[in-house]
Each structure stands twice: as C-alpha cells, then as structure tokens.
C-alpha cells in the first residue's frame, strides 16, 4: 500500500499531537510518584474511563477478532465477552474497595492485607514478573501487530525497522509525562482508533467484491460465520465456545483489564480517580465502550475479508513480502485496510498507531510503577527520593520497551496464540483475588502455592503433555487444558489456606479499618476485636450491600450484552429484535442509575 504525501502529512500531525500531550504532562508529571503513576489522585471519571478502554483497543486487538471470527465465527468472541462479568463485578463491588485501599499500585496490596516475609516475596516477585516477563509479553504481543500491519500496509519487510519506528513516539510521551501524559493521549488516540475502525468497516463492506451489506450477509463463506451463539447441536462447539468462558473462564482466570476482583492497569486507574464515584464511573464507562460499542466494524471487517482473502494463500499472493513467520488468519484485518483511498489511509493508519500507542504507553507506565515502587522503593532504597524514583521510573519505560520489542521479534507469532498463553497461565488463581477481601482466611501462602501450582501445571500442559492426550469428544485442547489447571490449582490453594496459620490480628483488623470489605467472612475478626474493645465496622454492617451490588452486576450484564446485540441486530438486519434488545438496555441502565445512589460511596 502506498502512502500519499497527505497521508503522511495526516500521520505526522497526529504524532505531533500525542508528543505536545506528553510534554504538556511532563511540566508537572516529575514532581512525585503519585503524580508521575497516579496524577496526583484527581482524575475525573470520564477521562479515566476513555483511558480504560483506549488501553485495551491495542494495535493486536483488530487482529485477534479478526482471526476469532475466520477460525470459528462470530460466537469465539465469547472468549472474551464473558470477561463483561467480571467488568461488572469491578464496577460495582472492588472499585470503591479499591478507592479505599489508596495504595500506590495493586501489588502494595500484599502487604496491606498479608504479613511478614511471604507477604514481601510476593510484592517483590510479582512486581518483576508481571511488571517486566509478563508485561513484556503483552506489550510483545501488540508490537507483534504492529510488526504485522507495516508488513502489510507499509511494504517495510524487515521487522527491525518497523518495532524501532513504533517504539521512538511512544517512549518519549510516556516516560516524560506519566500516567497523565498517557491518560490525555489515550482520550485523543481512542477518538482515532475508534474513526478508523468504523472507516475501515464502510470500505471494507463497500467493496465491489463484497457487493454491501446484504450481499455480505448472503455470501457463502461468511453466512456459516454469522452466529452469535455456537451450535448446540455439537457439544465440541457450544461447551468450548460459550459454556466455559460464562461459566469458568471469567472468574478462574488472571488475565490483563479484566482481573478478577480488578487489578493491573484497571486498578492503577481506580486509584487515580477522585473518589469512590468517580472510580465507579470510570470502570462502568470502561466496560460499555469496550464490550458494546467496538467489536462491530472489527466483526464486519473480518467477514468482508472472508469474501476477498478466503483463505491464506490468497493474502499471501497478495502480500508476498509478508514473512511466514507472521502469516495467519489474524493478518487479514491489515490486508484488508490496504483498500483504503487516500487520505482515509493516513486516518486509518494513524488509528493502527494510536491503538498501538496506548496500549504500550499504559503497560509502561503500569509495569514501570511496579519496578519502581514495589521492587526499587521496597527492596533497594527505601529512602530513595521522589526525584529519584521518577527517574528509575523513566529509565524503566525505555528497557521495557526493549524488552517487549525482543519479545515480539523472537518468540510471538499470532494474536491467538498470546491470548491462549495469558489466559491458561493465571488459570485458577482467579478465585484468589476475588475471595481475599471479603473472607480473612486467605492469607499469602495461598497466593505463592497458587501461583506456583499454576506455573507448573501451564508447563506441563503445553509443553510436556501432548495435545493428542488431551482430545476428547466435548472439549478443544485449550479448554481441557484450563479445567485441568482450574481444578489442580484450586486444590492446591484451598487446602493451604485451611492447613496453614491465618494472617496475624493485627494486619487482618488494619485491612478491614481501611478498607471496609464488611459481610460474614469477616465476623471473626470483628467479633474478636469487638470482645477486646475495639470497633472495627463503625456501621455495624450497614457497609455490606453485597445483595443490592450483585443486583447490579447482573442488571448491568443484561444490560451491557442487550447493547452489543442489539447493535448486531441492526446490522443483521433484524430490526425490531434491535429495538426490543435497545429497549432491555434502555430499562436496565434507569435501573442502574436509580440504584447507584443507594450504595454507600465516599
């Protein structure tokens, strides 16, 4: 695909913009940590909120629909869909308990609510591998996309030139302005990312060879694709495709912006946020931009590809600078942006970049807060200054960056294959991060033991068991791979919690004063506090609304989801089913507002 001088001129306006944001942001981004990581706990909602879902819309995002949906149709994007739960439960359960904890990043969590020399272990160790090998594998994955679409829509063959290109305007906003620089850019990049994904939609169902809209829907390639649901007539479609990710997948697993109990890049947000109302605001803006309102130009691409690139082969032919290495089903959604005019070019590809931006920009400021606060401030200079630290912080952003651009140039291949390695290696621990602020048994051990068990088994399934001994005739490998792990894993950290000592009194009593979790997983440690004179739940119980908030969470599911649908529906051509899913929406979003008021916010 050639670029026109307007297109570059376009694309070229647009870094100048993102790079005038981080230099703005960097005039106050140096004076503290909790500036430079938390922008100084001000943030209103609605910023934070765009900041959420700009995150998430990575460069690698498109492409892994796009693979999704030629593999196994629409209905594999279940895969992610049902992480909408645990959007939900963060909105109206963890986020004000968040808020509350005012920590610096969710791993100083650790040794919040645990004690003693596990505690540290696990801050410190986590803090380097999520902050550095796993979010290095996530950044390696975007970059992988990047490496995919200057392949594809720049003709630049060697992958070398196209991370270092991807890399230079990235770095620099993030490591001089902060999670400020990051959030504003991010309100800027999402409005482009999401006009350049709608563009590419119109083209791409535009096409003479695709005919429009009607004709796409009636084609032969793309009609077995259309479902939103699998088959239920094929257990091997239905179990893997939709029961699992409902049913398990969403509370078993760790996996980036959907955490169950929050966490990550999602909780540094919450904790940015004025308060409670506006942490709340924040996620449930988040979750509805994200889940209702992106995945139809990606789904729409992705089928219009189905009609001009029906196969490999044909992008190949079509591409045949393209490396094997990086030929995939993912890769039609950057073939498929190559139908652009000009103009519309250096828009779409100034969306790629912003998607691609931040995201990156967000991982680095999030891993390089946990390099800095959690492993350097904890365990090599406490007394390290703030001038200090945002310094280590700055260099942190740059070797990450190297680190992620190793990662993508060496070891990833497709879209898919990253999402199925960051789902399986946090599978079964997700219980854990939702269980251990309202039941005070759980204590650090069960973390570690979790944690390990999770590693290993993730080891052997992949790599030591063979795919032919996991087949069976109701669920793909993958699946039988997770329940095997979830199970394993859960074994394994229940019976820890229950054979080894709790956490002692008085970090469990601090927690709570601090945090307010209320319900009856902690009556004992009220009770006992209470019978030596000390109050620790000052309301009395009035702060355990845990039937009012899973109402909530439900009701904002249905809501949610009737949203997406109903959006399908039109698209579909299923009018009045449109309306009446919009109507369901409609009514569930009065009752969510109504209700919101009666949860107890500071």
Not at 254 to 281: C, F, H, T, V
């Amino acid at each position: 695909m050639v670029l026109s001088t307007l297109d570059w001129v376009i694309i070229a306006v647009f870094f100048a913009i993102v790079v005038g944001i981080g230099w703005v942001a960097s005039l106050t981004a140096g004076k503290s940590t909790s500036e430079y990581f938390l922008g100084g706990r001000g943030m209103p909602w609605w910023l934070l909120g765009i900041s959420m879902v700009a995150c998430t819309f990575s460069a690698d995002t498109p492409n892994l629909v796009t693979g999704m949906v030629r593999e196994n149709g629409v209905a594999k994007n279940w895969a992610w869909w049902a992480f909408l739960i645990t959007g939900m439960v963060t909105v109206f359960i963890y986020a004000r308990l968040w808020r509350r904890s005012n920590v610096m990043t969710d791993l100083e969590f650790y040794e919040l609510r645990y004690s003693g020399k596990y505690a540290s272990f696990l801050r410190g160790f986590r803090s380097l591998y999520l902050g550095i090998f796993f979010n290095c594998l996530i950044m390696g994955t975007v970059t992988l996309a990047a490496i995919k679409i200057g392949q594809i829509m720049l003709g630049i063959e060697n992958p070398v030139y196209i991370v270092v290109g991807a890399s230079i305007g990235v770095v620099i906003y993030a490591t001089i302005g902060g999670i400020k620089g990051v959030i504003w850019a991010d309100f800027f990049q999402y409005s482009i990312a999401m006009l350049g994904a709608v563009i590419a939609a119109v083209v791409a169902v535009s096409d003479e060879r695709v005919g429009g809209l009607t004709k796409l829907l009636a084609h032969p390639a793309v009609m077995p694709k259309l479902d939103i649901f699998p088959s239920f007539d094929d257990p091997k479609q239905f179990l893997p495709l939709l029961i699992i990710p409902i049913a398990v997948q969403w509370w078993s697993v760790w996996y980036p912006g959907a955490e169950p109990g929050g966490g990550g890049y999602i909780a540094q947000r919450m904790l940015s946020a004025k308060d409670e109302k506006n942490a709340i605001g924040a996620t449930l803006l988040f979750n509805f931009a994200h889940y209702a309102l992106r995945p139809w130009p990606w789904i729409l691409v992705a089928l219009a590809s189905l009609v001009i690139f029906p196969d490999l082969a044909s992008i190949k032919a079509e591409f045949p600078g393209i490396s094997d290495n990086y030929l995939g089903h993912d890769i039609a959604y950057p073939a498929m942006l190559t139908l652009l005019g000009t103009g519309w070019k250096g828009l779409v590809v100034a969306s790629i970049i912003a998607a691609y931006m931040s995201t990156i920009g967000t991982h680095l400021n999030w891993g390089s807060s946990y390099v800095v606060n959690d492993f350097y401030k904890r365990f090599v200079k406490p007394d390290a200054t703030e001038k200090q630290q945002v310094s280590i912080a700055r260099f942190t952003t740059v070797g990450l960056m190297v680190f992620a651009a190793t990662f993508s140039l060496t070891i990833l291949k497709n879209a898919t294959q990253a999402f199925d390695i960051l789902l399986l290696s946090g599978a079964g621990t997700g219980a854990i991060y939702i269980l251990r602020w309202f039941w005070w048994r759980i204590n650090a051990l069960t973390e570690i033991v979790a944690m390990v068990v999770a590693t290993v088994l993730a080891f052997l399934l992949v790599l030591v068991i063979s795919p032919e001994a996991l087949e069976n005739a109701y669920l793909d490998i993958f699946s039988t791979r997770l329940l095997i792990s979830l199970f394993g894993v859960s074994a394994a950290w229940i019976s820890t919690t229950l054979l080894t000592k709790p956490e002692d009194k008085e970090t469990l009593r601090s927690f709570y004063l601090r945090t307010q979790p209320g319900g009856p997983g902690w009556k004992k440690v009220v009770d006992e506090a209470m019978s030596e004179g000390i109050v620790l739940d000052a309301s009395k119980g009035a702060n355990w609304q845990m039937p009012l908030q899973i109402m909530m969470v439900f009701v904002g599911c249905v809501s949610i989801y009737c949203s997406l649908f109903g959006i399908g529906s039109f698209i579909y051509g299923n009018i009045g089913l449109g309306f009446g899913l919009l109507g369901i929406a409609a009514a569930g979003t009065f009752i969510l507002f109504r209700n919101l008021g009666k949860l107890s916010l500071k």
